[in-house]
């Protein structure tokens, strides 16, 4: 594993728990651990349950004793560590999004797609997919029980930057992030409401804002964490969105609208979508994440309204090797639930979804919003993922 606070924490807990609750072909050995400072990245080691730590993430592609390579560091080094990892042979599991850039994209795809020919499995860390009510939401529209989707409504709000004196950390300059609420929270309602859906965002008009273009810079950590420190001199600019909106449609025919933001004052990590068909509607959200609102309009009028579904059982995705029914689960068995999908997908010689492929797709969506936004929100078609070829 590359990185090891945020999702390096997070990463490593399910990397710990995976073999313990999933019966799996193979048993996870969690060999090396990689920051780039020695004192910090040993103590991680310690604390996370690694058996040894490097500074440089070389060094894990180096040795042939280990065979995933789990990149949990900012966007920035993504492409450089998964195309160095996939050309020794290494399977990889990338955080989102995919990369800073469209062409970043496009050459981890092209390089996943070689590797794969080998049996190299790789894959993105949208982890919101492997959410039990979401996967079961995705079931339950190719299904086919809420008929043809007419409408899509996706949101996912935070407030940790409202404060104009919060530091000028990675995620909010450009070189390091890719873009800013966009990239980071928009990316996960674009994969997962694509996802569900099984369509595919065509085209978009947007509106993107930056409401505090100047920041003090960080005096410790660079993570989500950072302390609000505006007592020193240096300040630097902020150099991505703070809040991204936009209108969509779905090539199956659907209108969407998404927004992303950082300002959404006391929203803490809200994330909800709803999803209207011609035959019901299905809604989930985050901060109730073992729950399904469902509203069946093929039941008798007379009974019609939204039901909420718990989704404990068994026979929910994912559930059977938890808890008891209605003993809840949480935030972090997503990425368990993710590791026991990459684990049994590389042991059995399957391809593990979300693949590179459809995270280039967000990506490419990513820069329509970021293209229609620099163009006073005109109507800008999403990219195809292969390039045309004039015959
Ligand atoms: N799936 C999710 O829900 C989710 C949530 C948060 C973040 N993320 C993604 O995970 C990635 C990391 O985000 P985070 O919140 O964990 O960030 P973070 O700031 O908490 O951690 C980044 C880590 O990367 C390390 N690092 C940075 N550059 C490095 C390099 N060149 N070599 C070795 N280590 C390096 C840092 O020291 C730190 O340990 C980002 O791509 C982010 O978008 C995903």
Redesign the pocket.
């Known amino acids: 594993m ?7 924490a997070a990463h490593s807990q399910a990397w710990r728990t995976v073999n313990r609750v999933y019966d799996l072909p193979a048993r996870v050995r969690m060999a090396a651990i ?4 020695a004192g910090k990245v040993a103590d991680a080691a310690d604390r996370l349950g690694w058996e040894t730590y490097t500074t440089d ?1 070389r060094e894990l592609i180096a040795r042939d004793d280990i065979d995933i390579v789990d990149v ?4 920035d ?2 492409a450089e560590i998964t195309l160095a990892a996939l050309a020794a042979g290494k399977h990889v599991l990338c ?3 995919l990369a800073n850039s469209v062409a970043e994209a496009r050459a981890m795809t092209a390089a996943a797609a070689t590797a794969q020919a080998a049996g190299i499995r790789s894959m993105c ?4 997919r492997r959410v039990p009510a979401v996967t079961m939401m995705q079931q339950m529209v190719a299904a086919g029980r809420l008929g043809t989707i007419r409408h899509v409504r996706a949101v996912y709000l935070q407030d940790w930057i409202v404060d104009p004196q919060f530091p000028l950390v ?1 995620r909010l300059q450009k070189d390091k992030a890719g873009s800013g609420a966009l990239g ?1 929270i928009g990316a ?1 309602i674009i994969d997962l409401t694509q996802f569900v859906t099984g369509q595919r965002i065509s085209g978009v008009s947007a509106v993107t804002e930056t409401f505090v273009k100047e920041r003090p810079l960080p005096t410790g950590s ?3 964490a950072a302390t609000v420190d505006g007592s020193g001199p240096a300040t630097g600019q902020v150099t991505v969105d703070d809040a991204a909106i936009f209108l969509a449609r779905l090539d199956g025919g659907g209108l969407a609208t998404y927004e992303a933001s950082r300002f959404a004052t006391g929203r803490k990590n809200a994330l909800r979508v709803e999803i209207n068909g011609s035959l019901g509607t299905l809604v989930f959200d985050l901060e109730r994440l073992n729950e399904l609102e469902f509203y069946d309009a093929t039941r008798p009028a007379a009974e019609q309204g939204f039901s909420r579904i718990l989704v404990t059982e068994g026979d929910h995705p994912y559930m059977s090797a938890w808890w008891p029914p209605g003993h809840i689960i949480g935030y972090e068995h997503s990425f368990t639930h993710q590791m026991r999908d990459l684990v049994e997908a590389v042991a059995t010689g399957a391809d593990p979804a979300p693949s590179f492929a459809d995270a280039l797709q967000v990506q490419l969506v990513l820069d329509a919003v970021e293209r229609s936004a620099r163009l006073g929100s005109a109507w800008t078609e999403v990219e195809p993922a292969l390039a045309q070829v004039a015959v």
């Open positions: 590359v990185g090891y606070a945020f999702m390096g990689c920051g780039r400072d993430w949990c560091t900012p966007g080094s993504h955080e989102k999004p860390g949208f982890n919101y990675w980071d996960h660079s993570g989500l």
